[in-house]
């Protein structure tokens, strides 16, 4: 049976991740020595005092469905971790608890976007965001950034399309994935300027706000106080206390939002992990085991980072902009095709890393010079993977 006639043609026009997708790529390298750098699944453990509320929560028979918003003890913990982290103030009506951050992406996007609204999207970015905007069957307007500019936003670009198109979202992800980088204030003042200049929402991913280098400061969009009653923010527990699986993320945004949103979420899930909504409440309430267990967390990416740069820049090969969060290195090696090199360093070192074609679109091809290294591996796998990228580099320009 021919079943394609029997899909939405938005779907099959539609591939998987790519991050995904380089997983399925050949490798004469045995799997037990393949070193894979291409998805931000934190390698380390969840902490104790967490795994340790998943029990407690068991023993305790929480394991009905929750309120559609979340549990309001998580949302009030959510509340005063915002508040005490990121002088972010919100209510609990304000947050709604969801099953992970991509549901929070789905929902989000779903509840806002028309057929045919536009939205601006800073390249690269996160795929997944893509796909969820063509099921919208919305338009993207890409905004270039590139590795010599720090990968930030240049407000001229971003005022020239704003005069040219109506615009019903910006999506900003900082720190970046999968370039690492943090918006700065200065750019951040002149979108919220935009936003109320061309009336925008502003759709904030800050699901890495709490992994930041260098001891930098974070600021959210939404503490700028003009900007506060436009945007949505997207948060998770999977990257800021290896949660991945707890599949636990929330949204902040005024309540007329939310309202909507939560009739989209409650449409996909019902309501979030009963379990999982628990563990995060417990992991919150603790604040000297979460300071603890964030601050380790951070120095073991920042000493990761490190070392990848300084495998790296000893060749003069790569342009790279020095992530300041998240746990992502974004390279440039100029006139190369990464798509066709990471499939050959694949299959002859075993080392999956992702061409930056996947965080882009079509149309700018200069992102497919680019790749993405996820460095949530231990020291030993990065140190050797770093350098067979640096040797396989070398010997693949040679054939």
């Not at 508040?83 to 304000?94: G, I, K």
């Not at 309430?285 to 990416?301: A, F, G, M």
């Not at 200069?366 to 396989?392: D, P, W």
Request: glycine share 4%; hydrophobic share 40%.
């Amino acid at each position: 049976m021919f079943y394609d006639q029997f899909m939405n043609p938005v779907v099959l026009d539609t591939p998987i991740s790519g991050i995904r997708l380089v997983n399925s790529w050949e490798s004469k390298i045995p799997l037990r020595e393949q070193i894979h750098l291409n998805i931000g699944q934190p390698d380390l453990s969840t902490p104790a005092y967490i795994k340790e509320a998943v029990v407690d929560a068991l023993n305790k028979n929480l394991t009905r469905y929750t309120d559609l918003m979340g549990e309001e003890y998580l949302r009030k913990a959510i509340v005063a971790f915002q508040q005490a982290f990121h002088n972010l103030t919100y209510s609990p009506r304000e947050v709604l608890v969801t099953a992970g951050g991509q549901s929070a992406i789905f929902a989000v996007l779903k509840a806002i976007l028309s057929p045919n609204d536009n939205i601006i999207i800073p390249f690269p970015s996160y795929p997944p965001y893509i796909n969820a905007i063509k099921y919208n069957d919305a338009k993207i307007l890409s905004l270039e950034t590139m590795v010599n500019d720090n990968f930030n936003i240049d407000a001229g670009r971003l005022r020239s399309i704003l005069e040219n198109e109506p615009v019903k979202a910006l999506l900003l992800i900082s720190p970046g994935n999968p370039t690492g980088t943090i918006i700065p204030k200065k750019i951040l003042q002149e979108i919220v300027d935009f936003s109320i200049e061309f009336n925008f929402l502003i759709i904030s991913d800050e699901i890495y706000s709490d992994i930041v280098f260098d001891d930098l400061a974070y600021q959210s969009i939404a503490s700028f106080p003009e900007a506060w009653e436009r945007t949505i923010i997207i948060q998770s527990f999977s990257k800021m206390l290896s949660m991945c699986g707890f599949r636990i993320g929330y949204i902040l945004a005024p309540s007329p939002i939310i309202d909507q949103i939560k009739v989209i979420h409650h449409t996909m899930n019902i309501c979030a992990n009963s379990l999982a909504q628990y563990a995060a409440y417990k992991a919150l309430e603790d604040r000297i085991q979460l300071k603890r267990s964030i601050s380790e967390l951070v120095k073991t990416y920042q000493d990761r980072r490190d070392l990848c740069l300084e495998i790296l820049m000893k060749s003069d090969t790569f342009s790279i902009s020095k992530p300041r969060g998240a746990f992502y290195l974004f390279p440039k090696v100029a006139n190369l095709d990464m798509t066709i090199f990471c499939k050959w360093l694949k299959y002859n070192y075993g080392v999956t890393i992702v061409p930056g074609s996947y965080f882009s679109m079509e149309q700018i091809e200069g992102h497919n010079q680019y790749f993405r290294i996820c460095f949530t591996a231990n020291k030993e796998q990065l140190n050797l993977g770093m350098k067979k990228i640096v040797s396989a580099l070398k010997k693949y320009k040679k054939t």
